[in-house]
C-alpha cells in the first residue's frame, strides 16, 4: 500500500508539472495566408540565427534552378532563380532581373567564403547555369528592345521561368537589372580567378571567361553587355525597383554607379582600355548626378527618385547604400580603390535611416509594442513624438497601399527584406567604426548619434564636430549599441516568421502574421545578409 501511493502521487505531480510547462496556444488572426503558430521566442537569438541560417539558405535554395525542390520538373530552365513559389494571389512564379542578380549575389559570397567546400562546388554548377542563361535572356527580344537595337532589351525587367519573354504590361524599362547582373558576375569572375589561379591565361580559362568578359565589339558577353547598357542609359528615365515609379532613382544610379566603376577595373584586367576609359567617365557624370541630386536639404534627408512628390523615404535608399558599395567581404579591396558614395555609415544614410524608422514606427501598429520591449512599455505608436531608434518593422515607403495582394486604402505593411536591410545597415556601420577605430560627429549625424545613445547616460557627452576613438568611452558605447540596435531588427523578423523558419515577402501591419508571395527569394537573401555582417564584425571584435 505505501508503495501504490507513492506512485500515485508520482503521477499526480508528473501531471501538474506538464499541466504547467505546456506553452498556451497563441491566437491565430488574419486570413489571407496559411498561418501556423508562431514559435515561442525561448532560444537565443543566437541560437535561433544559427538555425535560421540553415533555413533560409536552404529554402533559398529550393527556388533555383537546377536542383531546387520548388523548380525541379515543373519547366524551369536552369540558371534561374524564381522569385517565389507562389503562382497566384500573387502570381511571383517568374525570374526578376534584378531580384535573381540580388539573390545569386548571395550565393556568390557564400562561394567566396568557402569556394573549395562541398556547398561551393554545387553553387558553382549554379553560378555557372545562370551566367549562360543570362547571356539568352540578354539576346531574347522583348517589349524593351531586342539586344541588336541599342541593348534595349537588356531593360526587360522579367522573364517566364522557362526563359520566355514575359509580353503583358509593366513598369518597363527598368535600368538597374543590367548593372546587377553586371556586379554579381563580376564578383563571380573575381572569386573563381581567385579560386583557380591557374587559370589565368590558359586556354580552358579563356573559354571559361569568355562568356562573361570579352573586349571585342559590338560587345556580346554578358558582363560587357550589361556595361554597355547602364553606360548608355544611365541618365534615362526608367521605373524603381518596386515598379511604380517612373523617373531617375537612387536605387537604380547607385548600383549603375558601382557597375561602372568595377567594370572599368575588369576592362582593364582584360586588356580592353578604350571601354575601361569610357565607364571611368560615365561614373564620373554618374557621381555628380548622385552626389549633387538626392539629397534633399529642405527635407534633411536622401530621396528616392529625383522630382517625385512622395516624401522621398524609401526602403530603396537603404538599399542603394549597401548595393551601391561594394561590400568589405569582397574578395578585392575595392572599397580602398574607390572613394564610396553614401555608403552604410554615412552621416546622409544614417539621419535617412532614422527619418524612415520614426515615420514606419508611427504608421504600423505592430510597432506599439516592439520585440525590443517584451514589457510593452513603449508608448502607443500614435502618442510618440520623437524618433526612436530601436528594432521596427519597416515597409517600403511611407503611402504603399500594396499588402501582397492588392492596393488597400488601409496601407501597405511591413517587409522581411526591409526590416533586415536595416539591421545589415546598423551590423556595416558598427563594424566599420570598429575597424577605423575613428567616428567624427557631424552638426548632420548629432540628431542619429544622439537617439542612439538615448538610454545612455554618455548620450551628454555627444558633441558636434568632435571625432571620438578607441580612448572614448563613447566610441566603445556606439559601436556597441549599434550591434544591438542591429539585433533588434532581427528580433523584429524573427517574431513574424512562421515556427519553421519560413519568411514570405510581407506581414501583417496589425496581427504580424505572413502575408504576400511564401518563400520570397529576397527575404531569404536579405536574412543571409545579415548573418555575414554580423560574422563579420564578430571577428573585427
Excluded at 484 to 494: I, M, P, Q, T
Aim: hydrophobic share 40%.
Amino acid at each position: 500500500m505505501p508503495l501504490l501511493l507513492l506512485i500515485i502521487c508520482l503521477a499526480y505531480f508528473i501531471l501538474y508539472a506538464l499541466a504547467f510547462s505546456a506553452p498556451p496556444l497563441l491566437h491565430l488572426g488574419g486570413a489571407g495566408y496559411n498561418q501556423e503558430q508562431q514559435k515561442p521566442l525561448q532560444d537565443s537569438l543566437e541560437a535561433w540565427i544559427v538555425a535560421e541560417e540553415e533555413v533560409a539558405l536552404d529554402r533559398l535554395l529550393a527556388n533555383v534552378q537546377p536542383g531546387g525542390r520548388n523548380t525541379e520538373g515543373k519547366g524551369v530552365v536552369n540558371g534561374t532563380v524564381i522569385a517565389s513559389p507562389s503562382k497566384e494571389d500573387p502570381d511571383y512564379w517568374y525570374q526578376w532581373v534584378r531580384d535573381a542578380a540580388l539573390t545569386t549575389s548571395t550565393l556568390v559570397d557564400i562561394y567566396t567564403a568557402s569556394p573549395s567546400s562541398a556547398l561551393s562546388t554545387r553553387l558553382s554548377a549554379i553560378l555557372d547555369a545562370y551566367a549562360h542563361l543570362q547571356h539568352t535572356l540578354q539576346h531574347t527580344s522583348n517589349r524593351s528592345g531586342s539586344f541588336s537595337t541599342n541593348l534595349s532589351g537588356l531593360g526587360e525587367p522579367k522573364f517566364h521561368v522557362d526563359g520566355s519573354p514575359f509580353t503583358g504590361p509593366w513598369g518597363r524599362p527598368q535600368h538597374d537589372g543590367p548593372a546587377l547582373r553586371a556586379i554579381t558576375l563580376m564578383a563571380y569572375l573575381r572569386a573563381y580567378n581567385t579560386s583557380h589561379p591557374s587559370l589565368w591565361g590558359s586556354r580552358e580559362g579563356n573559354e571559361w571567361f569568355k562568356l562573361l568578359y570579352e573586349a571585342d565589339m559590338p560587345a556580346n558577353s554578358v558582363v560587357k553587355a550589361d556595361l554597355e547598357y547602364v553606360a548608355q542609359y544611365w541618365n534615362q528615365s526608367g521605373f524603381d525597383l518596386w515598379e511604380e515609379v517612373q523617373g531617375l532613382h537612387f536605387f537604380t544610379a547607385m548600383v549603375q554607379l558601382r557597375a561602372l566603376r568595377e567594370g572599368a577595373d575588369i576592362a582593364v584586367a582584360f586588356g580592353d582600355p578604350g571601354a575601361a576609359e569610357w565607364y571611368t567617365k560615365q561614373a564620373a557624370y554618374l557621381e555628380r548626378l548622385v552626389r549633387e541630386s538626392f539629397w534633399d536639404e529642405g527635407k534633411g534627408h536622401l530621396v528616392a527618385t529625383l522630382d517625385s512628390p512622395r516624401s522621398g523615404l524609401d526602403c530603396a535608399i537603404l538599399l542603394g547604400a549597401l548595393h551601391g558599395n561594394p561590400s568589405p567581404l569582397s574578395s578585392s579591396s575595392l572599397e580602398a580603390t574607390h572613394t564610396p558614395v553614401f555608403p552604410p555609415y554615412s552621416d546622409e544614410v544614417l539621419v535617412t535611416l532614422l527619418a524612415f524608422i520614426q515615420d514606419q514606427r508611427a504608421r504600423f501598429p505592430i510597432n506599439a509594442t516592439p520585440p525590443s520591449s517584451p514589457n510593452g512599455d513603449d508608448d502607443d505608436a500614435d502618442t510618440i513624438e520623437t524618433p526612436v531608434l530601436s528594432g521596427t518593422a519597416l515597409g517600403r515607403y511611407p503611402s504603399d497601399t500594396y499588402n501582397g495582394h492588392t492596393s488597400t486604402p488601409s496601407g501597405g505593411n511591413p517587409w522581411f527584406l526591409c526590416t533586415l536591410t536595416a539591421s545589415t545597415l546598423l551590423h556595416r556601420t558598427s563594424t566599420h567604426l570598429a575597424s577605423t577605430h575613428s567616428l567624427t560627429i557631424t552638426s548632420l549625424s548629432l540628431p542619429f548619434y544622439r537617439f542612439l545613445l538615448a538610454s545612455s547616460s554618455l548620450q551628454s557627452h555627444i558633441a558636434p564636430n568632435t571625432t571620438y576613438g578607441d580612448g572614448d568611452a563613447v566610441f566603445h558605447s556606439i559601436v556597441d549599441r549599434l550591434r544591438s540596435v542591429g539585433d533588434e531588427f532581427v528580433r523584429v523578423a524573427r517574431a513574424h516568421v512562421d515556427s519553421e523558419g519560413a519568411m514570405s515577402e510581407q506581414f501583417d501591419r496589425r496581427t504580424g502574421f505572413m502575408q504576400g508571395a511564401r518563400d520570397l527569394s529576397w527575404s531569404y537573401g536579405a536574412f543571409l545578409g545579415v548573418v555575414r555582417e554580423r560574422k563579420r564584425g564578430a571577428v573585427d571584435l
